[in-house]
């Protein structure tokens, strides 16, 4: 099976990515906690990231040169879409210009302690794709200073 060497930071340039659109979405969801009035209509829906592993075949040739059935190698994630949450959430307001007859109030369904914890952890996985792509790099370096000798 053929690997090119720069595959590892490409796997890791993808989970960068991919974890900057979610640090993304999470700031947006908890922009508009409050958002009761959206240009849709209603009030701001909880969005999030789906995602899955980026797979290719990967090319192979036999020791004649003939092109074998590739196999699925890893090439990283991608984002395979936004979802957003449809969730609905009301709080009784009888004052807010949003409330229906009754006095509730359609509000968004952000949950501020779940967006935190979802930016946690994005913020960790992201630091832990920088520190591999940073480890990739040095092995780099080290292959071409051992080509040097």
């Not at 906690?33 to 209509?41: D, I, L, M, Q």
């Not at 952890?121 to 591999?132: L, V, W």
């Amino acid at each position: 099976m053929l690997m090119s060497i720069f595959n590892g930071l490409a796997i890791n340039t993808s989970g960068l990515a991919l974890e900057r659109l979610k640090l993304d979405t999470i700031s947006t969801n908890i922009a508009n906690v409050n958002t009761t009035r959206t240009a849709e209509g209603g009030p701001y829906k909880r969005k999030s990231v789906e995602f899955s592993e980026n797979l290719k075949n990967a090319q192979e040739t036999d020791s004649t040169g003939t092109q074998l059935k590739g196999t699925p190698q890893s090439y990283g994630v991608k984002v395979t879409g936004i979802q957003t949450d449809n969730t609905e959430k009301t709080s009784y307001d009888p004052s807010n210009p949003d409330a229906d007859q009754n006095g509730y109030v359609q509000t968004s369904n952000v949950n501020m302690a779940d967006e935190m914890v979802d930016m946690i952890q994005a913020m960790r996985t992201y630091e832990a794709n920088t520190s591999a792509a940073e480890m990739n790099k040095t092995m780099l370096k080290k292959a071409l200073e051992i080509s040097k000798d």
